[in-house]
């Protein structure tokens, strides 16, 4: 029985080029810097595409991003993925964690799936909670930090070793499921130059918030309860000591250190 995946994908910017950095109205400034897939996303990517290939199935990759987002896709088709879908809308532009959520879960509704996988967390956001609650929206059986993925097509159900503080978890749900997946899934693939080429051609449907059904008011920066108040840049960092010497002058100077501030 073909498997049917959905990977959750963003749009961030590269770590590569230079530092991020924020807009006069506090929101990061995207166009600093070139955008890639957000690393962890990668991670469940390539998952997916072991699994279709095992099994059988189509990999689809849903982002929600600016119309530019398509070509930041690109390489997730070109990695082997079948088909994108992207959630654009200007709108949308500003959005926090809970149109971002629910702008998922309304193209979600329009997809069938057996499985939802999902980066542990984002570059640029470093929030870690898309997934759950994505999952909870749905009343999707939700598996957590996932080092392998077995699922099991003719029985309905897939079994997750997810990582814990004592080693590992072994968890079992019938699907369709939500997991997210840890690096330990494994190195992603590079793109093959006869998938880059493959990848021009693949569909790559877009959906603006009146396909989904969402209002504009609802959602997106007009919607958003969060608001970047100020920044700043961090205290400079004050002067160093260099201890030379044998490892015992150094353990002597440390702990001295902490005596003087009353730390030990």
Sequence with gaps: MPLRIVVLTKPVPD???AAERLGPDGRLDRAASPSVIN????????????LVEAHDGEVTLLSMA????????????????HRGVLVTDPALAGSDYGSTIAALVAALGQLEYDLVLAGFDTS??????IGAAVA??????????????????????????RISPTGFDVLEAPMPALIVGTQLL????YPSLKGIMAARSKEVVTKSLADLGLDGMA??????????????KPPARGATQVVRGTAEDGAKAIAE??????LI
């Design 15 to 17: 770590p590569a080029a």
């Design 39 to 50: 690393g962890n996303d990668e991670y469940v990517l390539e998952a997916a595409l072991k």
């Design 66 to 81: 600016p119309p530019n987002g398509i070509e930041t896709m690109r390489k997730g088709l070109a990695m082997g993925a």
């Design 124 to 129: 640029d956001g470093v929030g870690g909670v």
């Design 136 to 161: 909870t929206k749905l009343k999707l059986p939700y598996l957590s930090s996932a080092a392998k993925i077995e699922p099991d097509p003719a029985a309905g159900t897939v079994r997750v070793r």
């Design 186 to 189: 494994g190195e992603p693939r």
């Design 219 to 232: 959602v997106g920066g007009s919607a958003t309860r969060t608001k970047v108040t100020n920044q700043e």
């Design 257 to 262: 250190l902490l005596a003087s501030r009353r």
